[in-house]
Nanobody
Framework: QVQLVESGGGLVQAGGSLRLSCTAS????????MGWYRQAPGKQRELVAT???????NYRDTVNGRFTVSRDNAKNTVFLQMNSLKPEDTAVYYC?????????WGQGTQVTVSS
């Protein structure tokens, strides 16, 4: 089993920045992918950004250039730096962890961007 603990959500004005963090613990395998998904009210959960243990990244088109995903492998932690936030970025953001044994989710952290 893998446990994920997220932090860093909150309320910010449009154009502002937030940084999310997620730390994994438990049965960690060195080869894995960590990242972030989000779900707005009435919408499906969608990929925001992911990063492999080797540093390969993948971004949703609408956040590319504004958001940056990074990780600290020594601390099993993934970060999401969100800049130039827009009201449409408002959602619950979920940390995601994938390895050979399965896929795991954090509890979610609310990000609200006011116009």
């Amino acid at each position: 089993q893998v446990q994920l603990v997220e932090s860093g959500g909150g309320l910010v004005q449009a154009g502002g920045s937030l940084r999310l963090s997620c730390t994994a613990s438990g049965s960690i395998f060195r080869i894995n992918t960590m990242g972030w998904y989000r779900q707005a009210p009435g919408k499906q959960r969608e990929l925001v950004a992911t990063i492999t243990s080797r540093g390969g990244t993948n971004y949703r088109d609408t956040v590319n250039g504004r958001f940056t995903v990074s990780r600290d492998n020594a601390k099993n932690t993934v970060f999401l730096q969100m800049n130039s936030l827009k009201p449409e970025d408002t959602a619950v953001y979920y940390c995601n962890y994938q390895q050979f044994s399965g896929t795991y989710w954090g509890q979610g952290t609310q990000v609200t961007v006011s116009s």
